[in-house]
């Protein structure tokens, strides 16, 4: 199995970047935690039409997600009538469904859990010999001075210490890499808000933090050593910075796509207003129907790929 990424096809932007030289002395490749191997799953068979890979936290989610897209492509999901097929199986860790040129793919809370995903999905991508392939993620946030239900398209993302840097540990010692968005592609993919959505779109600073309590400054965790005011003015200041939203995988799917030569874009709906609380209680019904705004822009996104717009 050649495990190499042809020089010509990056230059032309077309395959993913697997810049991993030990994986030529691996003829076999087992993908654990998405249960797929690059020898005994005929990848390039089964995924070599994929061109758009969407990422969102929770396996229903994307689950819902691929009916939708699969109506909207009028293609049909994999598996059966009524509910697409989990793609992993029995590893319970992860879900991907795939509808034609779709895959959805659940990443779970926080970049650990994102990476090893998006790890392995540049793998099976790149066995399969997918080319110009769009990574997204289709998630959620907190938002600060934005309607709950804006859509906010990441056109810069940056970690807790507003730095657009991810920041990791390899073998002892501290890496630091840049968190590049792609700005044309996100504003590419802004242009199909549209003027008549029930909801708002806006392009912005996406702000990545390692928690959902401490790590975004909320005071309703089971510890806390901040107060209310530090709360507030901390908020005030990184939307001073022109921080639009808060989430939890920005920062290590954008790096990642970037070290991989996918185009990556994040698009996340606020479910609340952190200026006026921390606790979520958007009722069931809501929830569900804002999760699909960014669904719905990029849906438009690949129908108009396939002009089907
Ligand atoms: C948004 O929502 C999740 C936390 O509730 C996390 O995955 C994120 O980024
Ligand atoms: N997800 C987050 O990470 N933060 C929020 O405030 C809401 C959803």
């Known amino acids: 199995m050649d495990t190499t990424t042809d020089d010509n096809d990056i230059k032309q932007n077309r395959t993913v970047r697997v810049k991993n030289p030990h994986l030529l002395k691996n003829t076999v490749d087992h993908l654990y935690h998405i249960s797929l191997s690059n020898t005994s799953d005929d990848l390039e068979n089964r995924f070599g039409d994929v061109k758009f890979v969407c990422f969102g936290g929770t396996p229903s989610r994307m689950s819902k997600f691929t009916q ?9 999901y994999y598996g059966d009538v009524g509910s697409p097929t989990n793609i992993t199986g029995s590893t319970d860790r992860y879900a991907i469904y795939k509808a034609g040129p779709v895959l959805a793919v659940s990443h779970g809370i926080g970049i650990p859990s994102l990476s090893i ?34 859509v906010v398209v990441t056109e810069k993302v940056v970690n807790g210490a507003l730095e657009p840097f991810h920041h990791s540990i390899v073998l002892g010692k501290s890496v630091k890499r840049p968190a590049v968005v792609d700005k044309e592609f996100a504003k590419e993919i802004y242009q199909f ?59 290590g799917f954008i790096t990642m796509c970037h070290r991989a030569n996918v185009k990556g874009a994040v698009l996340c709906v606020t479910l609340l207003d952190r200026f006026k609380g921390d606790m979520v209680t958007m009722d069931h019904k809501f929830l569900t129907a804002v999760q699909k705004y960014p669904q719905i822009i990029v849906a438009r996104y690949i129908k108009n790929a396939y002009h089907l717009l």
């Open 193 to 251: 808000a549209d003027i008549s959505d029930k909801f708002q779109t806006v392009l912005g600073t996406t702000l990545c933090a390692d928690d959902f309590y401490e790590g975004q400054g909320r005071i309703d965790g089971a510890f806390c050593e901040h107060d209310h005011d530090d709360k507030l003015n901390w908020l005030k200041h990184v939307h001073s910075q022109g921080v639009c939203n808060i989430e939890m995988e920005s920062l």
């Open 117 to 150: 995903v998006l790890q392995e999905v540049v793998k099976l991508v790149h066995y399969a010999k997918c080319q110009d392939v769009e990574f997204f993620r289709i998630g959620t946030s907190g938002g600060l001075g934005v309607e709950p239900g804006t």
């Open 68 to 76: 939708f897209i699969s109506s909207e492509l009028g293609v049909k």
